[in-house]
């Protein structure tokens, strides 16, 4: 009996222990722009504001920058520590816009685990086709229950003059 509780445990902490790696792993690389410092923790990194950019991965010439929280401390080291619902987003024509497939309203762009396992902060993008204009949301959402905290921003699809 004891032997059994003894593998179940083992194979409960191997479980975890790949989990944990699947977490760090599957973090996204996004293009870093910078951050603050918000809160200064004794051990560990302090907490800060985060801003990365990434591209509509459909939409060509069009650049998206969000600023999310993001917790420091011990937890926030090793990646387990549940980050706030609060985002930020502004969205910018950087260059021709080319849509590079059929566009799906409220289909996502941009990801990111703010949780080990229960929270994500997303970006879902909408086209206003009556005004020609594209509608990024950033929001968090949760298993159970998500946040209300969301962030909008706009980019009308115009021509494009090279400088």
Known sequence: MMKRIGIIFG???LLVIILFGWWVVSRPDRG???SVSTHFRLFGPDDKIVIDSFADPKVQGVACYISRA???GVKGELGVAEDTSDASIACRQVGPIKILGELKDGERVFDERRSLVFKKLQVVRFLDRKRNVLVYVAYSDRVIQGSPKNSISTV????WRAP
């Open 70 to 72: 993001q917790t420091g």
């Open 156 to 159: 009308a699809i115009m021509g």
């Open 11 to 13: 194979g409960a902490i």
């Open 32 to 34: 870093t722009t910078g």
